[in-house]
């Protein structure tokens, strides 16, 4: 049995737009539980079931620090220094299969992998996000669930 815990994170990026400077963002942890197979003293396999939370976030800075007296009395009244962040975020579950070598063999050491799955968010299908103490809806149902390779790299210990 093979317990452990991933985080992961993503930044797409941030761009110029109209005076402000705008990026989109996220990540998620999981906690899992999977069980390995040993194909041999070098490889195993395990399907894997991971779940936690996630969610994106997106932010606007302004890049001067003047604000107009009709923007101080607008919801949700942007103020210098306060970065308005939009969030949407849920629980996800993560179900997956991967595959490990060992180069050298039982015993502790570098391995290298192989993980696919799917991502699962229940964040993903509506459209409100989180401004503040606000909800803002009618926004982009945008999530990072989804299908998934990935490639392992790391170290670890073989009983």
């Known amino acids: 049995v093979m317990l452990g815990g991933e985080w992961h994170g993503l930044v797409i990026g941030e761009e110029e737009h109209q005076g402000r400077d705008v990026g989109l963002g996220g990540g998620y942890a999981t906690l899992g539980v999977g069980y390995a197979v040993d194909l041999s003293p070098r490889l195993r396999d395990y399907p894997r ?9 997106l932010w606007i800075v302004r890049q001067d620090d003047t604000v107009g007296f009709h923007e101080v009395l607008a919801p949700p009244r942007p103020l210098p220094g306060r970065q308005p962040v939009l969030s949407h975020d ?7 299969a991967g595959a490990e070598l060992w180069p050298g063999g ?25 401004l503040y103490e ?20 790391g170290g670890g210990r073989r009983r």
């Not at 606000?134 to 999530?143: E, F, I, K, N, V």
């Open 134 to 153: 606000y909800t803002a809806s009618g926004g982009p149902s945008g999530t990072m669930a989804g299908p998934y390779v990935r490639l392992v790299v």
């Open 90 to 96: 849920g629980v996800v579950v993560d179900l997956g």
């Open 49 to 57: 079931l991971g779940v936690g939370a996630g969610g994106l976030a």
């Open 106 to 130: 039982r015993g502790l050491g570098p391995l290298i992998g192989l993980r696919f799955g799917y991502l699962a968010a229940a964040f993903g299908s509506d459209s409100d996000w989180q």
